[in-house]
């Protein structure tokens, strides 16, 4: 087992109710090097993403006294907390309660059952290994003027400030040479 090279371990707080959910993710995450704090519930959890400031956490949805939704809300409103990743988790896997947490900004939604906590591991490791690139785009070379007028992109220039936009690169999937791009204003970001 491979443990994650840098200088501090990555924090991750672990909120569910259930014991025997959190102590086998929590087995899991302290056996590759992480960190691990956790949270029997949401209100629980919120207080200890204040306290502990972790690099990720992992909640489920429904918990006494705050459930993953409002835990997520709570999160986001706080200026110490707003940018760390969340991932969920539910029993139900009701499409709705995904749909929800994707509108809500939860980096990924697992369904309890569905995934093995391996799995989850994997997700969390790519959160830390995500590797971005800015390049700048010639507009006018082989395809690009074709690209541009199919994404509507008035020739790779802002909306706003009329800045030529450049493409940033996002590895998802080193092994498979997968990655997503996006164009984005230098100046307006």
């Given at each position: 087992m491979e443990e994650i090279k840098n200088d501090k371990k990555k924090k991750v707080l672990l909120v569910d109710d259930d014991a025997t959910i959190r102590t086998t993710y929590a087995d899991i995450f302290r056996s590759e090097g992480f960190e691990v704090v956790e949270a029997g519930?949401?209100?629980?959890?919120l207080d200890k993403a204040i306290a502990e400031m972790p690099d990720v956490i992992f909640t489920g949805i429904i918990m006494p006294k705050m459930d993953g939704f409002d835990l997520k809300d709570a999160l986001a409103k706080n200026v110490a907390t707003v940018n760390i990743p969340v991932l969920m988790s539910s029993h139900m896997g009701r499409e709705e309660d995904r749909q929800k947490a994707m509108a809500m900004g939860v980096k990924d939604f697992f369904v309890v059952g569905m995934i093995t906590p391996r799995h989850v591991l994997e997700k969390v490791?790519?959160?830390?290994?995500?590797?971005?690139?800015?390049?700048?785009?010639?507009a006018l070379a082989l395809d690009a003027p074709k690209l541009a007028a199919d994404f509507h992109l008035n020739e790779f220039r802002c909306e706003k400030c009329n800045e030529l936009k450049i493409m940033v690169v996002e590895i998802m999937d080193v092994n498979?040479?997968?990655?997503?791009?996006?164009?984005?204003?230098?100046?307006?970001?």
């Open positions: 519930d949401g209100m629980e959890g490791r790519a959160l830390f290994s995500s590797k971005k690139y800015h390049l700048k785009f010639d498979k040479e997968e990655f997503k791009t996006q164009f984005v204003c230098p100046e307006c970001k």
